[in-house]
């Protein structure tokens, strides 16, 4: 049999029950029998789409109903079915054949269309006679007939159908296909997929949010310069360890020495003036003499303070952070000027920049751990201390600096070191964890496009 030509037959059709009906004429034309039926499975039972000629418009709603039935007959057994039976074949069930039979007389061949491992439709060859000849070679050339055609004309089918009802079908043969013997591989993987599913949603991890972390000294004193004047020395620069009390810089002490020189003397002379006004028994002159030495006196006492000051020394062990004076030496420097910053070497706090999308979250007494990019091997326990209560933007960010408290301080910490820190918050489901930042940004364009 030409299958070349039955497909031809069916390509100069572009709906499915034209190119059906066409198929049927042009089969039943080639066989010489007196009508060919197709029929697809839709809701689990064969309907009939196309009789060949044209004759389904004339056809009957009992005759179109036996012919569905022996169509599903064929399709349950997923074989060919010749009734009446041959004496050369195997056992079949022909009940609705032989129901067809009765009414309509002759002899009936049903072959299923499939496509792939799915039995989707079936095209039945009706004979007049009650043998049409139905011999094993000629069955064998008609199923390849079919075999090669059906699926064409399923694909135009369900091209044509609404895609719910594509997706009802799919899910449809999915279920059964799960549920057969051989689906176990995929309900082992769909139990997998369900379980890991339910993890996701409903298993609470802990849930941890993070930020840039800098370490700095628990306490920073700045150091100043004490008075005007000019840098002598320099005796320390950033990261020396120092002691206690120990002199960090020293300023020139020959303006002051100049300006003590100058007040003391003019203590003497106020001095002498209010002796030679006692002797002389000139009370006012006696009154404004002691006005002016006390005066000098006390810009006397102050330039002593200074030039008791005019060395910068440590307030507590520690290490000097910042201020590097090697290179200013000789420099003019103002009374308030900063020289160096000091801070402790043995304590510490951490500052997290945190988003403002994750404030809320945080609290005081929460617990986490630090990452330095020093010391990437280890991490650091932490504990929430304080929380600034105003943001600031970095790096094109809302961010909150939240301190922190260091529960291990190993020696080989810095202040100024940076690294990421990471603070347990509560314990959520993973799937909240990894969606919740997508979630909360399409509520918030909601609210803005509904608020328009």
Partial sequence: MDALSLLAAILTHGRVELAAAAFASELATRVGCE????????????????????????????????????????IDQGVSVV?????????????????????????????????????????????????????????????????????????????ERPWRRRMTERLRRGWHHLWSPAGLRLRVGTAAALAGLAILLFVPFDYRIGGNARLEGAVQRVLVAPADGFLKRALARPGDEVKA?????????????????????EVAVHDNALSAAMARA??????????????????????DEQLGRIHVEAPFDGVVISGDLTQSLGAPVQRGDVLMTVAPTARYRVIVEVDERDIGRVRAGQHGHLALSALPWDTLPLEITRITPMAKAVDGLNVFEVEAALGAQPDSLRPGQRGVARILVGREPLAWAWTHRLTEWARIALWGWLGH
């Fill in 282 to 303: 000139d009370r006012a002159q006696l009154v404004i003499n002691q006005a002016k030495g006390d005066e000098a006196r006390a810009r006397l006492a102050l330039v």
């Fill in 245 to 265: 009390g120990q002199v960090l810089a020293e300023l020139a002490e020959q303006e002051l020495q100049l300006e003590r020189n100058r007040w003391a003397s």
């Fill in 83 to 159: 009734a009446p039976h041959q004496p050369d074949d195997l056992p079949r069930i022909i009940l609705a054949h032989d129901e067809l039979i009765r009414h309509q007389g002759g002899s009936v061949c049903t072959i299923p269309i499939t496509v792939g491992q799915q039995f989707v439709g079936a095209v039945s060859l009706m004979f007049p006679q009650p043998d049409g000849g139905f011999v094993r070679e000629r069955i064998q050339a008609w199923e390849h007939a079919i075999a090669l055609v059906g699926p064409v004309l399923e694909l135009m089918r369900q091209r």
């Fill in 35 to 74: 009508r060919v039926a197709v029929g697809f499975v839709e809701d689990r039972f064969a309907q009939v789409v196309a009789i060949s000629h044209g004759a389904l418009g004339e056809a009957r709603t009992e005759f179109l109903r036996s012919l569905g039935a022996a169509m599903d007959e064929a």
